[in-house]
């Protein structure tokens, strides 16, 4: 019960500091299915954990990341910089959609089949390929300008770090309830709120705004990435 209790927390904090930039309407409907189910079984005497929910049998783990880490000392133009953060971008959305099936199938608390865990495993290691790989691309070569050169390097902290508050509360979800690491995961997340908030968002959305960066991630009136 307990490790229900911090699980739910961090869920809470994940979804409040990243929701806006990674969970689609999609599993938002997901969910109330997910309540009214649970009310109508509440009324029946039943468990909801007895009602397994099935994945999609076309999920599939997304065969590429970011990759341009062979470009070194570079001079990269304005569009083709702007082109990168949007492929950046939609590659995050694309791998965390796919995570997301199995997040709610996990937080449901059912177990993954193997090849399902090895899916989910595959594409945690997809997620952390693409944020190392545009961190250092960023980082190896000159930007356009000192406006590319500090937003490129705030939506790469923003995105990864939005990616290790999940795979936190992931972690949590497999770990046992006499496990005391978990509040070792809850301190880092809430060192992470500093990089992930409202503010820090609403400041790379005026970013890419401006720049004409066309990408739902950080608008608005968008729950999740588009992919085109």
């Known amino acids: 019960m307990k490790k229900i209790v911090i699980v739910t927390l961090i869920l809470i904090l994940s979804i409040g500091l990243v929701g806006c930039h990674r969970l689609s309407k999609e599993d938002s409907d997901h969910s109330d299915k997910a309540d009214t189910q649970e009310e109508h079984s ?11 929910i099935s994945l999609e049998p076309d999920t599939k783990v997304p065969d590429h990341v970011f990759e341009k880490t062979s470009v070194r000392h570079v001079q990269i133009s304005e569009k083709t910089i702007k082109k990168d953060i949007k492929k950046y971008i939609n590659i995050d959305k ?10 709610i199938k996990l937080y449901s608390n059912q177990k993954l ?4 865990a090895n899916k989910l495993k595959k594409l945690v290691q997809l997620e952390n390929e693409n944020d190392t790989n545009f961190a250092q691309y960023i980082q190896n070569n000159q930007m356009p300008n000192n406006d590319y050169a500090i937003y490129t390097d705030k ?3 923003y995105i990864s770090t939005a990616n290790r508050i999940e795979q936190k509360s992931l972690e949590i ?3 046992s309830d006499d496990d005391t690491s978990i509040f070792n995961d809850i301190e ?4 992470d709120q500093d990089i992930v908030n409202d503010r820090k968002k609403q400041d790379i959305t005026n970013f890419l705004e401006d720049k004409n960066i066309k990408t739902e991630a950080f608008n608005e ?3 999740h990435i588009d992919i085109d």
Do not use: A, F, G, M
Request: aromatic share 2%; glycine share 0%; charged share 35%.
């Open 113 to 116: 089949s193997n090849t399902e």
């Open 173 to 175: 979800s497999l770990k």
């Open 188 to 191: 880092q997340v809430n060192k």
């Open 42 to 52: 509440t009324e029946d005497n039943k468990s909801s954990n007895d009602q397994d």
């Open 221 to 223: 009136d968008s729950n």
């Open 155 to 157: 939506i790469s902290r």
């Open 94 to 103: 694309k791998i965390n959609d796919t995570i997301n099936t199995y997040k």
